[in-house]
Protein backbone atom coordinates (compact mmCIF):
# COMPACT_ATOMS: atom_id res chain seq x y z
CA UNK A 1 0.00 0.00 0.00
CA UNK A 2 1.71 3.51 -0.96
CA UNK A 3 1.74 6.31 1.03
CA UNK A 4 -1.35 8.20 -0.96
CA UNK A 5 -3.43 5.07 -0.34
CA UNK A 6 -2.86 5.77 3.35
CA UNK A 7 -3.51 9.07 3.44
CA UNK A 8 -6.46 8.99 1.65
CA UNK A 9 -8.21 6.05 4.21
CA UNK A 10 -6.95 8.33 7.32
CA UNK A 11 -8.79 10.84 5.34
CA UNK A 12 -11.90 9.21 4.27
CA UNK A 13 -12.24 8.04 8.29
CA UNK A 14 -11.89 11.13 9.84
CA UNK A 15 -14.43 12.44 7.23
CA UNK A 16 -16.48 9.22 8.63
CA UNK A 17 -15.75 10.84 11.94
CA UNK A 18 -17.58 13.90 11.36
CA UNK A 19 -19.84 12.40 10.00
CA UNK A 20 -21.08 10.01 12.64
CA UNK A 21 -20.80 13.26 15.26
CA UNK A 22 -22.24 15.46 13.08
CA UNK A 23 -19.20 17.80 13.72
CA UNK A 24 -19.50 19.14 10.06
CA UNK A 25 -22.23 21.14 10.93
CA UNK A 26 -20.56 23.12 14.04
CA UNK A 27 -18.25 26.76 13.61
CA UNK A 28 -14.41 25.92 13.52
CA UNK A 29 -13.90 26.66 17.41
CA UNK A 30 -16.98 24.67 18.34
CA UNK A 31 -15.50 22.02 16.48
CA UNK A 32 -12.26 22.55 18.63
CA UNK A 33 -14.05 22.47 22.05
CA UNK A 34 -15.85 19.45 21.16
CA UNK A 35 -12.84 17.17 19.88
CA UNK A 36 -10.64 18.49 23.11
CA UNK A 37 -13.60 17.32 25.39
CA UNK A 38 -14.32 13.80 23.19
CA UNK A 39 -10.42 13.26 23.23
CA UNK A 40 -10.36 14.04 26.95
CA UNK A 41 -13.15 11.51 27.81
CA UNK A 42 -11.59 9.22 25.60
CA UNK A 43 -8.28 9.28 27.79
CA UNK A 44 -9.81 8.93 31.02
CA UNK A 45 -11.71 5.63 29.87
CA UNK A 46 -8.76 4.04 28.81
CA UNK A 47 -6.61 5.13 31.47
CA UNK A 48 -9.32 3.87 33.54
CA UNK A 49 -9.62 0.43 32.09
CA UNK A 50 -5.78 0.18 31.88
CA UNK A 51 -5.68 0.47 35.84
CA UNK A 52 -9.03 -1.03 37.08
CA UNK A 53 -9.86 -3.81 34.33
CA UNK A 54 -6.95 -6.02 35.44
CA UNK A 55 -7.69 -5.47 39.32
CA UNK A 56 -11.15 -6.36 38.56
CA UNK A 57 -10.08 -9.65 36.88
CA UNK A 58 -7.64 -10.99 39.31
CA UNK A 59 -10.20 -10.52 41.90
CA UNK A 60 -13.09 -12.12 39.57
CA UNK A 61 -10.94 -15.32 39.04
CA UNK A 62 -9.87 -15.37 43.07
CA UNK A 63 -13.46 -15.50 43.36
CA UNK A 64 -14.30 -17.97 41.28
CA UNK A 65 -11.10 -20.17 41.81
CA UNK A 66 -12.58 -20.25 45.70
CA UNK A 67 -15.86 -21.21 44.44
CA UNK A 68 -15.10 -24.02 42.26
CA UNK A 69 -12.69 -25.27 45.16
CA UNK A 70 -9.12 -24.75 43.33
CA UNK A 71 -6.63 -24.25 45.78
CA UNK A 72 -3.44 -22.24 45.58
CA UNK A 73 -0.32 -24.07 45.48
CA UNK A 74 0.72 -22.04 48.75
CA UNK A 75 -2.37 -22.72 51.13
CA UNK A 76 -2.39 -26.76 49.99
CA UNK A 77 -0.59 -28.60 52.98
CA UNK A 78 2.74 -30.29 52.20
CA UNK A 79 1.53 -34.65 53.17
CA UNK A 80 5.10 -36.60 53.83
Same mark, same amino acid.
Given at each position: ?DI?????Y?Y??Y???L? $?T???V?EP?? %????????? =? &????????AY???? $?H?????E??? %????????S =? &???M?
Amino acid at each position: MDIKHVKDYLYWLYYQYLL $ITCCYVLEPWE %QSMFHTIFI =T &VFAMVVYTAYVFIP $IHIHLAFEFFS %QLFGDQRES =T &VAIMN
